[in-house]
C-alpha cells in the first residue's frame, strides 16, 4: 500500500484530505476470502443469454451479503487504520468514492477505522447490485468485475 502514501501526499499538495485506497486492496480481500469463485458459485444458474430477472434479483443481494460480510485479513486491517491515520482521516466525517463515479455517489460516514472499514465494504458491494450486475451481463455476457481504486477524502473537500 505504498501508494496510498504517495496518492496522499498528492492529495495534500492539492489541499485535499484523503487517500486512494488501490485497487490491489480490494483484489487481496477477494482474494483472500475466495470470494471470486464462491461468486462464480452463486452466479452459475444466471445464463446471459436468456436472464431470469427475479433469480438474479435474488443471486445479488446473497453477493452484496457475501461481500459485505467477509473479513479483510488482520495485516490487512491494521494497514488500512495506519493508512487511515497517516492520512489525518482518522476522525471526522469522510465521504468514500470510486474515483470515477460521481460525487454524489459518495458514501459518508465517521471514523473510527472500523466504520470507515465497513463503509468501505458496502461500497464494493455495490458491484452487485442488481443493475450493476445486469449491466455486465448485457455488455460482457459475464458477472465479473475488476478491482477498482476508492478515494476516501475528508467530507467536503
Not at 28 to 51: C, M, S, T
Not at 56 to 68: K, N, Y
Amino acid at each position: 500500500m505504498t501508494e496510498v502514501g504517495q496518492d496522499t501526499h498528492r492529495l495534500a499538495a492539492q489541499g485535499t484530505a484523503g487517500m486512494l485506497v488501490p485497487a490491489a486492496f480490494e483484489e487481496a480481500y477477494y482474494l483472500g476470502v475466495n470470494l471470486p469463485e464462491q461468486l462464480a458459485r452463486l452466479f452459475a444458474p444466471v445464463h446471459p443469454q436468456r436472464i431470469d430477472e427475479d433469480l438474479l434479483d435474488g443471486l445479488c443481494e446473497q453477493a452484496q451479503t457475501l461481500v459485505r460480510g467477509s473479513s479483510l485479513s488482520d495485516d490487512a486491517v491494521q494497514v488500512f487504520y495506519r493508512a487511515l491515520k497517516n492520512a489525518g482521516l482518522d476522525s471526522g466525517p469522510l465521504e468514500l468514492r470510486r474515483p470515477d463515479e460521481p460525487q454524489r455517489e459518495a458514501a459518508q460516514v465517521r471514523p473510527p477505522g472500523t466504520a470507515a472499514l465497513h463503509a468501505l465494504k458496502r461500497l464494493w458491494a455495490q458491484d452487485w447490485a442488481f443493475d450493476a450486475v445486469l449491466a455486465r451481463l448485457d455488455d460482457t455476457g459475464g458477472i465479473g468485475v475488476d478491482a477498482r481504486p476508492t478515494l476516501l477524502l475528508r467530507s467536503g473537500s
